[in-house]
């Protein structure tokens, strides 16, 4: 009896030559590192190198967390990806009445250039990556990260990093939204833009399929809706007068990879298909660097239990090896106790070392693309792209990703899937170990790592230091500056930077913003 994938789709017991009749090798694969990069963006992928080896790393107060960076790179991290708190990501200070109980608790707290000062002290910045996670303030970290750069004496030009900046899955599965989608487009093509021009090798946008993937998006949702959303940035990009080949190539991905290894490299494998055609047939890129879907991808957080947590050890193995047999460019291990809490110290370099055991230890890295002529990778590629593809073209057909958005149609596809996983689950259909099945009488006691709440407090006082110490006339005029800019059609990244100099917070620069732009309200109409 066939089962089916994540997606749906049927699983066939047994795959032959007869499953891949009339399929045509030299258009669906294509050598290695050429279109359409089936098999990966690079010639020798890991053959040359590993992947980069992120650890996702934030709590708390900028010198815990810069601790934990410093931590991570003496352990062999060759990347660093950091987790900003709510309130940073919602554009709001510490000391703001709507921010309290949250500052340091997912990540940790940045409101102005002195928390990133001491953020970044002593981490090399142009020797050491820099992945981002934040979206609708991203252009304010990122210049924080620059200014900071020009204090070490690193140029802009040998910075090197990503910021998510990928606003528009916020509206369909995150939250994290502050202004409305137009102009939250218009920030993005401005980030393009000025990155362009000052941090030439920054990757401006990761575009992200993961979270709506733990909201319950399917495996051919994660790529359709993700893809559909970079076909909107490069839409909005190329409206605001920027050739396509000008920023294509900076453009990158964020995928997760879940514990069905055949499924999770299909889907990665149909991914690079897809948008290397849409990149040519649609946009006439010509620089193949315009034509690679490159990703970063972490494990699956929402495949994570709190019972029996140190069978997620398993379960991220299994995680990282998908996505590695996907070609993936860099790589976040979750760790074991996520369900619970923060990492610890001692689980965060657990989740390191099982990359650097893929790496090491096995022979994943001694071929490019392993799977290759697989009958089941290839014929499962080719079921996933289809249903992708279908996907795309409704949201096409809504108006493209903004309106579809605003007709609510992907949060209402992610709503569906996530409650057929949750029946699934409750019946026993879909098994997960240690909570449905193979359960224990008794749990063991595990000691997880607590925030101390008097955070907030250390950082409301650092604010009024801030604020007391600063030219505060300056400060009122480089806002202003920044207004005018976000009122008309000049970049705003200029005077948001002058503004972010003069210390003006994130909370007041965003404010600033919210004046001109208004914020986002949520409906569902679809």
């Not at 066939?12 to 258009?27: F, K, M, N, S």
Request: net charge negative.
């Amino acid at each position: 009896m066939a089962r089916e994938s994540e997606s749906g789709l049927p699983i066939e017991p047994v795959y032959g030559p007869d499953d891949l009749e009339g399929w045509d090798p030299g258009e669906k694969l294509g050598e290695p590192g050429s279109y359409p990069f089936t098999r990966g963006v690079y010639p020798s992928m890991y053959t040359g190198r590993p992947w980069t080896m992120r650890q996702y790393a934030g709590f708390g107060t900028a010198v815990e967390s810069n601790a934990r960076y410093k931590q991570l790179i003496a352990n062999g991290t060759t990347g660093l990806s950091v987790a900003f708190d709510l309130p940073t990501q919602m554009g709001h200070d510490s000391d703001a009445p709507i921010a309290h109980g949250e500052v340091g608790k997912v990540g940790v707290a940045v409101d102005s250039i002195d928390d990133m000062r001491v953020l970044l002290d002593g981490i090399p910045l142009d020797r050491v990556s820099t992945s981002m996670t934040i979206n609708a303030p991203a252009a304010l970290l990122l210049l924080l990260y620059q200014l900071v750069g020009e204090e070490q004496g690193v140029p802009a030009d040998r910075l090197t990093g990503t910021i998510q900046n990928d606003v528009l899955k916020e509206y369909i599965a995150r939250g994290t939204y502050i202004f409305p989608p137009k102009p939250s487009l218009r920030l993005i093509a401005d980030i393009f833009k000025y990155c362009r021009a000052e941090i030439p090798k920054w990757n401006t946008i990761s575009i992200s399929g993961y979270h709506m993937a733990e909201a319950g998006a399917s495996p051919a949702q994660e790529i359709a809706f993700t893809l559909a959303n970079g076909i909107e940035y490069v839409r909005t990009a190329v409206a605001a007068g920027m050739d396509v080949d000008d920023f294509a190539p900076r453009l990158s991905f964020f995928f997760v990879a879940r514990t069905t290894i055949l499924e999770e490299v299909a889907k990665f494998r149909a991914a690079r298909r897809i948008w290397a055609r849409v990149m040519r047939d649609e946009f006439g890129a010509k620089n193949p660097k315009s034509l690679m879907l490159r990703f970063h991808t972490q494990t699956a957080g929402v495949q994570l239990t709190a019972q029996q947590p140190e069978v997620n050890l398993v379960r991220v193995a299994v995680q990282g090896l998908a996505a590695v047999l996907g070609g993936t460019q860099s790589l976040h291990t979750n760790s074991f106790d996520e369900a619970i809490a923060l990492p610890t110290d001692k689980s965060a370099r657990l989740a390191l070392r099982t990359q650097q055991v893929l790496a090491y230890e096995t022979d994943v890295t001694a071929t490019v693309d392993p799977f290759a002529g697989s009958y089941v990778v290839e014929s499962m590629t080719d079921d996933v792209e289809a249903a992708a593809l279908e996907l795309m073209r409704k949201v096409e057909d809504l108006g493209g990703a903004v309106s579809a958005i605003e007709r609510g149609f992907q949060k209402s596809e992610i709503e569906r899937s996530a409650y057929r996983i949750a029946q699934e689950t409750d019946g026993g259909e879909r098994v997960v170990v240690g909570v449905n099945r193979f359960t224990l009488d008794e749990e063991e006691p595990y000691e997880p790592l607590r925030v101390d709440p008097a955070i907030e407090a250390q950082q409301a006082d650092r604010l009024a230091k801030l604020r007391a110490g600063r030219d505060r006339v300056a400060v009122d005029a480089a806002l202003d500056e920044l207004r005018r800019a976000a009122a008309g059609t000049d970049n705003v990244l200029y005077p948001m930077k002058e503004a972010l100099r003069a210390r003006a917070t994130v909370g007041e620069v965003c404010d600033a913003l919210r004046e001109v732009w208004g914020t986002y309200v949520p409906s569902d109409v679809f």
